[in-house]
């Protein structure tokens, strides 16, 4: 009896401390959240060399499992001894993804950088001859009269006024802030990059092994009904991101190629830079090729007004193009999304968390969709309802007796 009661006060003891707890950390949420928001950031720059680790692991492991499988284990048939053939096979993969990848780093510095400084000069060198073909063109878009002349040029002579007076007296201390604040960022940049690149071929020289700790880990916590659901979903959310990702890179190789043949051609002005902004911007669905048009259009612009309208025209082709038949050929049916939900996701993750959510909101909500999708699927299957949502179009009820569905007829 006396074990019965002290059990009890142990829980009633044990219940109590929890609610304080969990009633000192909503008072910590609420009045302290500045304080938690540093912690948070600061644990976050810290971490932030095994995010790129693991980020830069993630992208290169398709590369590395491809010349591991079908290249190199290929080629040492000779070693009998299993453990040291795949050893052998998964040094020799990592060396070549190495090189591959400084190679392509290389060659765009040595190619894409000293092309984008000549053009980032050229525009500041004739800023002020672009800056009066981009009035004359207004002038005669308003019809050329003298009352539309003479107001254009008094706006254009104070615009004129402050930009020189900024570049006089403030530039130079905006420039400093901006080189100092830049540098410093680029600097930690490079610096998470090397050391998340080291950390990457030590995840991806022993992925089984940190795999294996993890399942470990998880069926040491959890029921195994519940691992195994979380290992089904871990994969499935692999394959939604894989196939997203590396789809989206092949597509917009492509169409930055497209854009780069077209604008040579025509001979129109930063060829590369505007199409490597269409090229990159082009991973976000939808919107990601308007958002690269925007700034590409306004330099195309300021040097030739009639060659940024083609590039409009060629942009706008060039989207139903790769929204009609270039992506669905190359994307497929990997994301399981409909357009609508497409575009609900980028709007969602875009609005909440900007560029990267832009970037990440459609496999995420996809994910998030499946997820969702599948526990609706379990639901009716248990109530002996229909899955197919193409069932409920002409639903009215169901039968609370039988449990049967009714249609119209």
């Known amino acids: ?116 400084l000549k053009s980032l000069q050229m525009l500041v060198t004739n800023m002020n001859v672009y800056l009066s073909n981009t009035k004359e063109m207004i002038i005669d878009l308003f019809g050329g009269s003298e009352e539309i002349r003479t107001l254009i040029n008094e706006n254009y002579g104070r615009f004129s006024e402050f930009l020189n007076t900024w570049l006089n007296n403030g530039v130079f201390n905006d420039a400093m802030t901006i080189l100092s604040n830049g540098i410093f960022g680029t600097l930690k940049v490079i610096y998470n990059f090397v050391i998340g690149y080291i950390i990457s071929i030590y995840v991806l020289f022993d992925k089984e092994k940190f795999k294996a700790q993890i399942k470990k880990l998880l069926y040491t916590i959890f029921d195994n009904d519940r691992v195994n659901v979380i290992i089904e979903n871990t994969l499935y959310t692999d394959k939604i991101f894989g196939n997203f990702f590396s789809g989206k890179l092949i597509d917009s190789l492509i169409i930055g190629v497209i854009c780069f043949v077209f604008m040579v051609a025509f001979n129109m002005p930063y060829a590369l830079i505007v199409a490597v902004i269409v090229g990159v911007t082009n991973i976000i669905p939808y919107f990601g090729p308007f958002i690269g048009a925007i700034p590409s259009a306004f330099l195309i612009l300021l040097v030739d007004p009639g060659a940024c309208i083609v590039f409009l025209i060629f942009i706008t082709i060039l989207q139903q193009i790769d929204g009609n038949i270039i992506g669905p050929r190359i994307l497929g049916g990997r994301i399981g999304l409909s357009s609508f939900w497409v575009l609900f996701s980028l709007l969602i993750f875009g609005g909440l968390f900007g560029f990267v959510g832009m970037l990440l909101g459609v496999p995420i909500f996809s994910i998030i969709y499946s997820f969702v999708n599948g526990l609706i699927k379990k639901r009716l299957e248990s109530k002996n309802l229909p ?14 007796k039988t449990g049967k569905p009714i249609y119209i007829k």
Request: glycine share 2%; aromatic share 16%; charged share 20%.
């Open 1 to 116: 009896m006396k074990e019965k009661i002290q059990n009890k006060y142990i829980a009633w003891g044990l219940t109590l401390f929890c609610v304080c707890s969990a009633l000192i950390l909503l008072f910590f949420v609420i009045y302290r959240w500045d304080y938690i928001f540093s912690f948070i950031k600061t644990l976050f720059n810290i971490l932030m060399p095994f995010i790129y680790g693991f980020a830069i692991a993630y992208l290169m492991n398709p590369v590395v499992t491809f010349f591991e499988v079908k290249v190199y284990k290929k080629l040492i048939k000779k070693i009998t001894k299993k453990e040291v053939k795949n050893k052998t096979a998964r040094i020799l993969s990592l060396v070549t993804s190495t090189v591959i990848f400084l190679g392509l780093l290389i060659t765009c510095i040595s190619f894409l950088f000293p092309e984008i």
């Open 387 to 400: 899955v197919d949502s193409k069932d409920y179009e002409k639903l009215i009820s169901v039968d609370e």
